[in-house]
């Protein structure tokens, strides 16, 4: 997956415009505009570094006369006290880019860390690590970019990707039946449906009306286990709600295909880097 740079350089222009506004008070008073210096990103922590090329264009965005280099690559495991990469330019401009490029890169390397952690913890079952469209509004591509350079994988990008069937879709269209056959008819033939089950009898009654994907919300690993006896390979099984680090080995050992894990992306901590200049 690669990110779209028209998309990149109008994140990075909005945010340098809320963050600036007219000017930076202390940096322009301060620092004379000749003067150069370097800088560099350091890792205050284990992990995975995403987001470096994205830093990098905050820079080159202000003054393209930036040079840099690249130590970590996005997708690369990165030790605390390590060099992520190295800028040198106008002192000015590292100053004004600073904590706009350290949001970012911070932010993305915080959700590709969580889901390489995610990955590793399932690894070995059939289960794959999945995000939800729980994101932050402009943010979503570079947020599903960390994602899978994690090493975890995307569910649907946007309501356009696929039908989703949840409580309240299910409820307004008159049950799960009604709903996957009034779909049928106007959806075309590459789009799946998915249908959220909240017990067994509602998986039984997606499996009959021929769900492609089902959602298994908030159900223990022994009813997950269950239900994946009851599909027996006729339907794929996404495990959702409520998994922790402590019970996502158990999901994932109930034999499910998919767990989505809305975390990742809604309410990661960011990972710890530093930028300091000379």
């Keep these: 997956m690669t990110l779209n740079k028209i998309y990149v350089d109008d994140l990075i222009k909005t945010a340098l415009l809320e963050d600036i506004n007219y000017c ?9 505009e000749e003067q150069e210096g370097q800088a560099r990103f350091v890792a ?3 992990g995975v570094v995403c987001g470096t090329e994205v830093a990098v264009r905050v820079f080159t965005l202000l003054d393209d006369a930036v040079t840099y280099e690249l130590l ?36 993305m390397s915080g959700i ?16 794959s690590i999945a995000d939800t469209r729980k994101t932050l509004p402009g943010l979503r591509p570079l947020q599903k970019y960390a994602v899978m350079t994690g090493g975890a994988k995307n569910h649907r ?3 356009s990707d696929a039908a989703m069937l949840k409580d309240n879709h299910i409820d307004a269209a008159g049950g799960i039946t009604a709903a996957i056959t009034a779909l049928r008819q106007k959806v075309g033939h590459m789009t799946k449906i998915e249908v959220e089950t909240r017990n067994l009898e509602e998986l039984a009654e997606a499996l ?3 769900a492609d994907i089902i959602m298994l919300d908030n159900m223990s690993p022994e009813t997950m286990q269950e239900a994946v006896r009851l599909t027996n390979g006729r339907a794929l099984l996404e495990a959702s709600g409520g998994i922790t680090d402590e019970t996502l080995r158990q999901v994932a050992e109930s034999g499910v295909d998919i767990i989505s894990v809305g975390a990742l992306t809604h309410s990661v901590k960011a990972f710890d880097i530093s930028m300091y200049i000379s």
């Design 24 to 32: 930076d008070v202390t940096t322009d008073y301060l620092i004379p």
């Design 44 to 46: 205050k922590a284990d």
């Design 72 to 107: 970590k690559k996005d997708g690369e495991l990165v030790r605390k006290g390590e060099v992520i990469l190295t800028l040198c330019g106008k002192t000015r401009t590292l100053l004004k880019g600073e904590r706009t490029a350290l949001n970012l890169i911070q932010h």
């Design 112 to 127: 590709a860390t969580a889901s390489h952690r995610y990955s590793e913890i399932v690894k070995g079952t059939k289960a």
């Design 157 to 159: 990008y946007n309501l």
């Design 208 to 210: 009959a009306a021929g």
